[in-house]
């Protein structure tokens, strides 16, 4: 009986054990994912305050479908509109500002849009579309996705309407659109910090950077619970304060590749 007794109570301890330990689901871009940067990020976290964090990479649309359906505690994500509406149709508490980067035109070192070189995005878009040189699309309501659509209609160009064989729509991460782009030779968007980790490149280089209308800013929401009650808030919050508190904006900025920093941190407060 008194060793019924011990098994019972070690039992006891290691499941009160784990129930301390716990997890929280974080739906965020693949970007963050392929980046590397969550596996800089994380084990930090992790060791102070004894949450385990399991990423789910999507595109940020499908992120946030994710936290609007209760399946996530915390999104983090890129598209400040579309992270504003699901704040204000309640799906999350508060919306915080984590970091930066930018997005970069690549392209084939032939340039057959001769493009390289610009600043320009709306005027490097036109002369893609002009030329019907090939363009690798996300096409998967990524963040980047949604910020591609934009820079088209700022172009005054009707995408939907006006794409043809030239454009391809991958439906995929920014990892495997960029794998199209370098078989087809293609132009793709793209964020940075994906760009510098990406190894399959081929005959793709940066053509087109340095617009103000490229700037890439990342967010963080907690998932509400008032409309989830099984959200983790106090571990899902505990990620999100220390994500933007000094240490965790400090490791956003010592992850580099290649002795180029990647993401920006920008959290205000």
Known sequence: MGMILRALLVSLCCATAQAQTGFITVASTT???????????????????????RVVALGTGQALDMGKRGD???????????EEKFVAEGYGVRRFEVMYN?????????????????????????????AQAPFASR????????????????AGIDIARDKGPWYRDSGSGMGPTLNTASGMNAYALTDR????????RGELVIVVEGDKRL???????????AKHPHVKKDMGQAFIDWIVSPEGQAAIASY?????????PNAKG
């Open 31 to 53: 970007s963050t994912e392929q980046s590397g940067l969550f596996k800089h990020l994380l084990p930090a976290f992790e060791k102070k305050a004894g949450v385990q964090v």
């Open 72 to 82: 996530a505690d915390v999104v983090f994500v890129h598209a400040k509109e579309l």
């Open 102 to 130: 930018d997005f970069v035109v690549v392209g084939p070192k032939s340039d057959p849009a001769k493009v390289a070189g610009s600043m320009d995005i709306v005027a490097a878009l036109q002369k893609i579309k002009a």
């Open 139 to 154: 096409g998967d309501k990524s963040g980047t996705h949604f910020a591609e659509l934009q820079l088209w209609k700022a």
């Open 193 to 200: 910090g994906t760009w510098l980790s990406f190894k399959n």
């Open 215 to 225: 700037f890439n800013q990342y967010g963080v929401i907690l998932v509400n619970p």
């Open 256 to 264: 580099k590749i290649g002795g180029e920093q990647l993401f920006f």
